[in-house]
Each structure stands twice: as structure tokens, then as C-alpha cells.
């Protein structure tokens, strides 16, 4: 796959980013565990929080075929995410150190 969405997860207002960062954890623990075939489809994440509208955020890039199912578990496990523009479209080469992380599966 040489071209990937950008996913931006956002905390709640008023949350701490350590409290963003433990429920993130355990967002990402539960997709390990419970959905593994689509967590292999995550490619990258930042490497810093951001802000937007008063939230924190952190953003991934992932693979277009797993965009609806990640959604979805984001919604099941009480995660508020940017709704994802399927036609903003990135490679691989956007996803560099240091702003990013590349993901080992």
C-alpha cells in the first residue's frame, strides 16, 4: 500500500494529556488483542500531541481498507475522532522522523 489516510483522534474537553495518552493505551492495547488483521494497518502515528479547538490530538496514518472498521471501533471504545477525508490521500514518505512514528508490527 503506498497511499494512506490521516486518522485525528481527539481527547475530551478538559482532558490531561496524560489522561488522553492512558485512554489512548488502552484504545490501542484493545485493537492488539481484540482486532490484530486491522491494527496491522496502522502505518504511522505523530510523535508529539497537538491542539485543535481545544482538544489534544494525535494522528495516525492508516490504510484505506480499514478506515470504516477502525472508525467504528473508535466509536465502540468512546473515542472521538475528525471525521476522514478519503480523498486526502498520503504516502509513506509524508511520515518521516522526528513528527513521526513509524509503527512495527
Known sequence: MD??????????SGESESEFKHRLAV???WMVRERPDD?????AE?????HEDGKITRKYLIEAPVANALTD??????????PIDLSDLYSK???VPPEWFWIEH
Do not use: P
Request: glycine fraction near 2%; hydrophobic fraction near 45%.
Open 46 to 50: 505523530t510523535t508529539a500531541f497537538e
Open 27 to 29: 484504545f490501542w492495547t
Open 93 to 95: 514518505f509524508e511520515a
Open 3 to 12: 497511499e494512506y489516510l490521516c486518522l485525528t483522534v481527539l481527547s475530551k
Open 39 to 43: 491494527y496491522e494497518k496502522i502505518y
Open 73 to 82: 471501533a473508535l466509536k465502540q471504545q468512546g473515542m472521538d475522532f475528525v
